[in-house]
């Protein structure tokens, strides 16, 4: 199981970037995928989620209306659009496998495939 998170880059505040997570070596037919995120000397905490049919999602309080996660099967791969960035939204973004198991607060412990993760930098 191989993830591999792109998109990020540099954007001012207000701005939008959509990151992509790729998967390789499995079907994501059968996995919830979610985003989350990591600023420096801060802990990890859960973005998004969507489950494996794409019929069911999850945001953080904090991206709620702003955030928009979608999954494409046919190309494997998952997608989170973030518009309306703030500068607090720098992180290093990661995305992360679940098999079938879903809940719409996107806890960590749920998800045991991660991939490296792509630099989101927010300038005010």
């Known amino acids: 199981v191989q993830l591999q998170a792109s998109g990020g880059g540099l954007v001012q505040a207000g701005g939008s970037l959509r990151l992509s997570c790729a998967a390789s070596?499995?079907?994501?037919?059968?996995?919830?995928i979610g985003w989350f995120r990591q600023a420096p000397g801060k802990e990890r905490e859960g973005v998004s989620c969507?489950?494996?049919?794409?019929?069911?999602?999850g945001y953080a309080d904090s991206v709620k209306g702003r955030f928009t996660i979608s999954r494409d099967n046919a190309k494997n791969t998952v997608y989170l659009q973030m518009n309306s960035l703030k500068p607090e939204g720098t992180a290093v973004y990661y995305c992360?496998?679940?098999?079938?198991?879903?809940?719409?607060?996107?806890?960590?412990?749920?998800?045991?495939?991660w991939g490296p993760g792509t630099q989101v930098t927010v300038s005010s």
């Open positions: 969507i489950s494996s049919s794409g019929g069911f999602t």
């Open positions: 070596g499995f079907n994501l037919d059968y996995y919830t």
């Open positions: 992360a496998a679940a098999f079938l198991t879903f809940s719409d607060s996107c806890p960590g412990r749920d998800f045991d495939s």
